[in-house]
């Protein structure tokens, strides 16, 4: 007898993934020249030169016992304050190494803050669209996903949705701005009606309502677009960062959690995290990429290509009828399908255009569909005819 929800997370490949398995083969049939593929939201830039030049330095210079070594479960005490002193610079904080909980990515981070919350009935709120696996990570914890419809007219907050959702079962909120998949970041004025509920809320309930901030498009922003730092707006914040988008490093798998002394019972809460690690047999995050990160903390890839890509596809596709809100950061925008069956819509750009795109569905959202533009300018420019062609399908 096996756990039969492992059995199935296991076997169940993610449609993103089945997407880009299928360009792969298509790829390997007909070339890449003629296969559009916007599945996956792997970065397609290379990571600055100081990732490189300081893991080759790292390797050349520091004593090995210490730099493979297992370093402090919560991460080396130097490495927090580094990227303390990053944050405050940015973020006009003042956070030090024991604000600072190393994780193997942001989703590692999202895991002990969720593991390290939960109690059985609790309940998290998160917001359509989402990332698919918040729904594997919360439940994982023990606790069940109360999911709000998207505002499809702008992707902010449907605030009456929210506050009906509301109830003494709510443990937590978490937020995804900039988002995946819409690329929407919150407004002020979103972020300051959200933490005024929860303010609200918790007091009614008599038991903190934390909002999990999972950031890792954080850098990724057009136009200069302002994303409100929310420990500034909300004592019960835990931020969940990620290198994995803004310095281009997925496969290094490089987070952090910040618990702020300003959280009811801050010492608790990073403890129930710290046990969570543990729990979940993290053990430390790696530790010579906590060096790397914490050195190159406040640079970013170069990641203009992302808003070039942007602004062609936006612009594109407007043109050709589809609707599409702007997004204001991240590699992903989410324009609505030109049938309300997202799937179907997705499956003939796939069948008779080799165009994959993923369906809104998946995402808490039908109706749209999923364009993830981290790939080279050339295949923006050549995929327009394609998206044409889609289009003049359905007229
Ligand atoms: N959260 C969101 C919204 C994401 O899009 C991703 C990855 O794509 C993650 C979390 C996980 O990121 P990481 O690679 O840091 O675990």
């Known amino acids: 007898m096996l756990n039969e929800r492992m059995v199935s997370l296991g076997t169940q490949r993610s449609v993103i993934r089945e997407l880009f398995e299928y360009g792969k083969q298509k790829i390997a049939e007909i070339g890449e020249e003629n296969v559009y593929d916007f599945s996956l939201g792997n970065p397609s830039v290379p990571s600055p030169a100081c990732v490189n030049e300081t893991a080759v330095r790292l390797i050349n210079e520091m004593d090995p016992v210490v730099l493979h070594g297992y370093t402090s479960a919560q991460g080396d005490a130097g490495v927090r304050q580094m990227i303390a002193d990053s944050i405050n610079a940015r973020f006009d904080t003042s956070f030090g190494p024991d604000n600072l909980y190393m994780t193997v990515g942001a989703a590692a981070a999202l895991c002990c803050c969720l593991n390290g919350l939960s109690c059985p009935g609790d309940e998290f709120i998160v917001f359509a669209p989402y990332f698919p696996e918040y729904k594997v990570f919360i439940e994982g914890a023990g606790a069940s996903m109360k999911l709000i419809p998207a505002d499809i007219e702008n992707f902010q907050i449907d605030f009456d949705a929210f506050k009906q959702a509301i109830n003494e079962h709510t443990k937590g909120v978490l937020v995804n701005s900039p988002n995946n998949p819409c690329g929407a970041v919150y407004s002020e004025e979103t972020v300051k009606k959200l933490t005024a509920i929860l303010e609200e809320k918790s007091a009614e309930y008599n038991h903190p309502i934390y909002l999990i901030a999972d950031e890792p498009y954080r850098e990724i922003v057009f136009e200069g677009t302002f994303v409100p730092y929310l420990p500034k707006y909300y004592k019960n914040t ?44 993290y053990v430390n995050a790696p530790g010579l990429f906590q060096r790397v990160c914490a050195a190159c903390a406040s640079e970013t890839a170069d990641i203009s290509v992302y808003e070039t890509n942007k602004n062609l596809l936006v612009s594109g596709l407007r043109d050709m009828g589809y609707h599409v809100v702007e997004p204001g950061g991240t590699f992903y925008m989410f324009p609505r399908t030109l049938i309300p069956d997202d799937v179907a819509f997705c499956e003939r750009a796939k069948t008779d255009f080799n165009l994959l795109i993923v369906p809104g569905v998946g995402f808490g959202c039908p109706g749209h569909a999923r364009i993830s533009y ?15 062609k889609l289009a003049k399908s359905y007229q």
């Not at 997925?250 to 543990?278: C, N, Q, S, T």
Request: overall charge negative; glycine content about 8%; aromatic content about 8%.
């Open 238 to 281: 835990l931020v969940c960062y990620s290198w994995s988008k803004s310095l281009s490093l997925p496969g290094e798998r490089m987070g952090y959690i910040v618990v702020p002394d300003e959280m009811d019972e801050h010492e608790l809460v990073y403890a129930a995290i710290a046990g969570a690690g543990r729990s979940l047999g």
């Open 374 to 388: 981290c790939v080279p300018t050339e295949r923006v420019k050549r995929s327009l005819d394609v998206f044409e």
